[in-house]
């Protein structure tokens, strides 16, 4: 008996592993042909437009583009597997040392950004679903969907202008004043945990005057999100007979709500918050542009802007896989923390 | 009239009369439903304004005045002119089709095509099934806007690159709801019927599941009309969309973020009407929703 499950779930994995490994070895076969769809001639963007012929050919042979198609996806493979995404152009460095120097301010901005949306979210989705069909509900409704329609670079764009340039409220754009970088001493490259780390409590202040606007621009997205799911499954769970029960038992409607079955939509919840880790990065990219937030969004939409090849896929790739995990680990969590998924 | 006679009465005569009853009701849903009328609203006005932007717009959306340039709101140009003198209400007009012609191109091109897509993966099921959805899945792996860029870059700017861009990232969704439509419609017994009367794989998914299959898609396809102008809006805003000078919002917005301390009406005009279109589309989505597909 006890085999027998132990020998479906193994299966299960199987089916996942191989699942996995398909989407992935597609997602790099995507990315490839688009590399290859790319107008720039890549032998071309390293010897330069004056070479011979002859040096042009000899790059070109270097570079394996002379081999047959399949031979090519496979020297991409081995490559990538060695954690070689190539040279960017634009900054003459590999192209994954470039990621892994842009990526935690990426993390920093997505990560302060889902706190917020989480912290206005799930109150904003717990009341709309206690008081569903009522104001509240159509309140907090109508703001959803203001979040999900607002373009991102716009309310930047506006933010930056009331807040930074009319109150002087926030900092304008970038990370951090340009006097305070490089004093700190990288740990994690997250400056808002570097900066206490080193006791310098001035660049982390600074450090939150600059995340205060792009951290609220995709704030508002994840708060648009989680507060739609969290209304969805409190209303699921408010349905439930263990509610009448408990409302039967006397309890206080705040406790049934806010306690039992809150207690119950968390789980599905925190699906829903690694959905919205991956829905952060990709909103990041437009915001970073419009901050200058010196992350991965801003050295993608750089590297477009130059053809930097190398570094677009690289980009594309990195946060194709990291989207991959996330949406691998809400799969995980709900069928962890819930008995009835197998 | 006996109860019997009642119901005979108002009984649809012919398909057209019931297809008309049914519509009639569907509307006077949406209209009860105030949200999503409004949302309709919203999307009648694009409609009528890029239909009508000859008319309506007061001057060329080209039309270059230098000696007028970055003028603020007026009696003249009540949305005032741009940093080439460029009327802004009459750029935005005949942004509004733009807007609507991308939205119409990217619809037409990913929502028939995840349709016949996801209505084969479902009716045939086995390795078709298995082939296709792996497919959907690997374009599902790539955050959308991440992916459209990648493309659009690829393919170079242009608001003919920048449609197939979108549409390429947003079939798999339409693919996996008509699969989901499918599936059920399989095992139904009026395809059982046609299937023993001799029709074959293709006629079945053609006649029989396609048609199902359309209002959850419908419903889908509104709800992403805001994801696709956002996209679009997105794309033109980092200048992978339409080239200058076409009126497009997001590249006008591009354009405006120079002016944007001093002459914030470049940037704020074409920003509101990307809002207001992309909410349109959302209420109406969210209101379709509520009376085409209640079980959701």
């Keep these: 008996m006890a085999s027998a499950s132990r020998r479906a779930r193994a299966a299960a994995a199987a089916r996942l592993a191989v699942g996995v490994a398909t989407t992935l070895f597609g997602l790099v076969l995507v990315t490839f042909v688009i590399g290859r769809m790319m107008p720039i001639d890549p032998v071309l963007a390293v010897v330069g437009d004056r070479a011979s012929a002859a040096t042009y050919a000899a790059e070109r042979a270097e570079m394996g583009l002379d081999r047959p198609l399949p031979v090519q996806v496979w020297r991409y493979l081995r490559a990538l597997a060695a954690g070689d995404l190539g040279t960017s152009v634009v900054t003459a460095r590999p192209v994954i040392e470039d990621i892994g120097r842009y990526f935690p301010a990426t993390i920093e901005l997505a990560t302060v950004a889902l706190a917020l949306g989480l912290a206005l979210g799930v109150p904003a989705g717990v009341i709309a679903a206690a008081h569903r069909g009522r104001w509240p509900d159509q309140v907090i409704r109508i703001t959803s969907l203001l979040g999900y329609s607002m373009p991102a670079f716009w309310l930047g764009l506006i933010l930056l202008l009331v807040f930074y340039a009319e109150l002087g409220w926030a900092a304008g754009p970038g990370r951090i004043e340009v006097f305070y970088e490089d004093l700190v001493t990288p740990v994690t490259g997250l400056l808002l945990i570097d900066a206490p780390l080193d006791g310098e409590w001035v660049i982390l202040g600074n450090a939150l005057a600059h995340m205060a606007l792009p951290a609220s621009v995709l704030g508002l997205f994840s708060m648009a999100y989680i507060a739609r799911m969290t209304r969805s499954f409190m209303i699921e769970q408010l349905g439930q007979e263990y509610i009448l029960a408990a409302r039967a038992k006397g309890l206080s409607e705040a406790r049934v709500v806010w306690r039992h079955a809150l207690g119950n939509a968390l789980v599905p919840l925190l699906t829903v918050v690694a959905l919205a880790y991956g829905s952060l990065l990709e909103g990041s990219v437009l915001t970073e542009t419009v901050f200058a937030w010196p992350g991965l969004g801003s050295y993608l939409t750089n590297s477009l802007f130059n053809a930097d090849m190398n570094a677009v896929l690289g980009c594309t790739i990195v946060i194709g896989l990291v989207f991959l995990g996330l949406n691998l680990l809400a799969d995980l969590i709900g069928s962890l923390l819930d008995p009835r998924v197998e | ?296």
């Design chain 2, 1 to 296: 009239m006996t109860a019997e006679a009642e119901r005979a009465a108002s009984m649809p005569r012919s398909v057209i009369a019931a297809r008309l009853a049914r519509a009639r009701s569907r509307t006077g849903e949406i209209a009860r439903n105030p949200l999503a009328a409004a949302g309709l609203a919203v999307i009648v006005l694009l409609v009528a304004v890029a239909v009508l932007a000859p008319y309506l717009a007061p001057y060329d959306p080209q039309a270059q005045e230098l000696a007028g340039r970055l003028a603020p709101l007026g009696p003249a140009h009540w949305l005032g002119t741009d940093e080439l003198g460029r009327d802004i209400a009459s750029r935005l007009i005949w942004g509004a089709r733009v807007t609507l012609v991308i939205v119409a191109l990217v619809a037409a091109i990913s929502a028939p095509l995840g349709l016949v897509l996801g209505c084969v993966a479902g009716y045939l099921g086995g390795w078709a099934d298995v082939a296709l959805m792996r497919l959907t899945d690997v374009f599902l792996a790539f955050p959308r806007l991440i992916l459209a860029l990648a493309l659009a870059a690829a393919l170079g700017p242009g608001i003919d690159n920048a449609v197939l861009a979108i549409a390429l990232t947003s079939w798999p969704v339409y693919a996996r709801v008509a699969r989901a439509e499918a599936l059920v419609a399989r095992s139904a017994e009026f395809v059982d019927a046609a299937r023993l009367q001799g029709a074959g794989a293709w006629h079945i998914i053609r006649r029989q599941i396609m048609p199902l299959c359309v209002s959850s898609l419908v419903v889908r396809a509104s709800l992403d009309m805001a994801g696709i102008i956002l996209t679009a809006a997105g794309l033109g805003f980092l200048g992978l969309g339409a080239r200058p000078p076409a009126p497009e919002w997001g590249a006008m917005i591009a354009a405006g973020r120079e002016y944007l301390f001093d002459q914030w009406w470049v940037v704020g005009a074409p920003g509101c009407a990307i809002l207001v279109v992309s909410l349109g589309f959302n209420l109406l989505g969210d209101g379709l929703r509520d009376v085409l597909d209640p079980h959701a």
